[in-house]
């Protein structure tokens, strides 16, 4: 496997179900991050860890909860989600340099989630 | 205020001709870097091509450019001899060192190759 991947591409679920998003980066990076792309809205920042510390969480709702077990994954668990949850949720990872400007995420392919 | 702005929602160019997608910026940080993203129906976004705000030359990648103008904040990207494969979504984006982690996206603009 190369660069980021996350399981399941695809997810239906129920507003009562638990379900989680994961993320795996082979790059070698030490940042990783949650965004969510609602159809016509930029790209929303949800969570970005730096070497596994939560860096910042840009008023995310508590249904949603990131785990970052190492540099390497990153999960989004997700329970009692809305129907305006449904969107593209993508994850990114980087490689933090203190003061670096180039610094470019690299995403992975993203889950769909309808939530009904 | 938008920290990125696409103004085009949608375009559409001849297939072999080439094609600017506009993108202007804003910002006091005066170390800031831009990038441009790909994203294809299947949902993945993908790396084109960077600039950073001291770069004195313009950022070439293959086929893709950056038209960059420092004092418009202004940062087009040029595809040239565009291909059917081009079709997608594309976004541009900014990171100011001063705000660290944080990523600004603009809305996008979907490009349409016509055979």
């Known amino acids: 496997e190369t660069g980021v991947t996350q399981t399941p591409r695809h997810l239906v679920m129920g507003m009562t179900n638990k379900k989680s998003l994961k993320c795996e980066q082979h790059l070698g990076h030490n940042a990783m991050y949650w965004y969510k792309q609602s159809a016509k809205k930029p790209l929303e920042l949800m969570f970005v860890y730096n070497f596994k510390e939560q860096t910042e969480n840009n008023s995310v709702p508590s249904r949603f909860s990131p785990e970052c077990p190492n540099s390497s994954h990153l999960f989004l668990h997700l329970h009692t989600l809305q129907p305006e949850d449904s969107a593209l949720y993508l994850c990114a990872s980087s490689h933090r340099l203190a003061g670096g400007i180039q610094e470019t995420q690299y995403f992975g392919p993203g889950t769909r989630l309808l939530v009904l | 205020a938008q920290k990125i702005t696409q103004t085009q929602p949608g375009m559409f160019v001849q297939e072999k001709e080439a094609v600017t997608l506009d993108c202007t910026y804003d910002?006091?940080?005066?170390?800031?870097?831009l990038f441009w993203y790909k994203q294809p129906s299947s949902g993945e976004m993908i790396f084109l091509i960077y600039?950073?705000?001291?770069?004195?030359q313009n950022a070439t990648e293959g086929r893709y450019s950056l038209n960059f103008q420092k004092a418009r904040k202004s940062a087009n990207l040029v595809i040239s001899a565009s291909q059917l494969g081009d079709s997608a979504m594309y976004f541009c984006?900014?990171?100011?060192?001063?705000?660290?982690?944080?990523?600004?996206f603009g809305t996008g603009t979907s490009l349409t190759v016509i055979p």
């Open positions: 910002t006091s940080d005066p170390s800031y870097g």
């Open positions: 600039q950073g705000s001291y770069d004195q």
């Open positions: 984006a900014m990171r100011e060192v001063g705000t660290g982690n944080q990523f600004y």
